[in-house]
Nanobody, 124 residues
Framework: QVQLVESGGGWVQPGGSLRLSCVVSGRGIIGMAMMGWFRQAPGKEREFVAAIKWSGTNYADAVRGRFSISRDLSKNTVSLQMNRLKPDDTAVYYC??????????????????WGQGTQVTVSS
């Protein structure tokens, strides 16, 4: 069975950095899939952060230039490097997997599998 496990969250001051990781188990070849990062703050809907597939990457406007998504196919891992973090980045961050070839990378409803989430808190 497919399982996604996020790690790397924590507390940082504004301007700091964190690197999140997501390990996929239960199936191989994540290069054939679209992998995404989403986040959800208390009282807000889940929002798109970044996605990666064979054809390239995509970023939300709020994080473009600060966050970078990457993957290591040999480890079935996708990562999210987050730099110059802001208080508005505070949220639970989720890793997600899509396997049906959707073009709607920004839509959480297009993803088949989700991790449990990892908390990121940015404050002074």
């Amino acid at each position: 069975q497919v399982q996604l496990v996020e790690s790397g969250g924590g507390w940082v001051q504004p301007g700091g950095s964190l690197r999140l990781s997501c390990v996929v188990s239960g199936r191989g070849i994540i290069g054939m899939a679209m992998m995404g990062w989403f986040r959800q703050a208390p009282g807000k809907e889940r929002e798109f952060v970044a996605a990666i597939k064979w054809s390239g990457t995509n970023y939300a406007d709020a994080v473009r230039g600060r966050f970078s998504i990457s993957r290591d196919l040999s480890k079935n891992t996708v990562s999210l490097q987050m730099n110059r973090l802001k208080p508005d980045d505070t949220a639970v961050y989720y890793c997600a997997l899509e396997r049906s070839g959707s073009d709607k990378y920004y839509d959480p409803n297009e993803y088949h599998y989700w991790g449990q989430g990892t908390q990121v808190t940015v404050s002074s």
